[in-house]
């Protein structure tokens, strides 16, 4: 009596259970592969209209991505992918915040002790610190085009 039972409870749990897929996109003929979950921010760019989509991965289908709650894009629209250069961000970040607070901190430090406000030396360091954070702005970002080194994919799991 208890077996029958058992397997239709058995039966009833598992028939909800649907596999996950994940995004794949990777370089052919080496180890090269970076995933995309549902929930992952994602940043592609289009062929067809030239749309640069920047929002979380909301669904992923066999031929097709869904970006935030309104895009649907098909893979062969897909022109890149933009990924951030963690290092390289951070320290974009680091020193842009150390050249102003740096320079803020002279200034301040020189009207309490009632010296001249902006000294040169001062102006060279945190204008070189801000120019580097700047500078690595534009490097901290990397565009993977999608075509024949490139390749996105789909694999589900069970």
Known sequence: MWKPTL????VCICSDVSGQSTLLLEKI???????????????????????RLKSFLWSIEDSSIMIGTHYTV???DIKSVRRDIYFLNLLSKITLV?????ITL??????INNRQVLEP????????????GLVLIP????????????????????
């Not at 397997?7 to 058995?10: A, K, N, S």
């Not at 030396?121 to 580097?132: C, E, K, R």
């Open 7 to 10: 397997i239709f409870l058995l």
């Open 29 to 51: 003929g080496t180890p090269k592969k970076y995933t995309y979950q549902i929930g992952d921010f994602i940043n592609v760019k289009t062929k067809t209209k030239h749309l």
């Open 74 to 76: 098909r893979f062969d």
């Open 98 to 102: 150390v050249g102003a607070t740096y």
């Open 106 to 111: 002279d200034i301040v430090n020189n009207l």
């Open 121 to 132: 030396t001062s102006l060279v360091i945190s204008g070189s610190l801000i120019g580097v």
């Open 139 to 158: 490097i901290s970002h990397r565009n993977i085009g999608i075509g024949l080194k490139w390749k996105l994919k789909v694999l589900k799991y069970l």
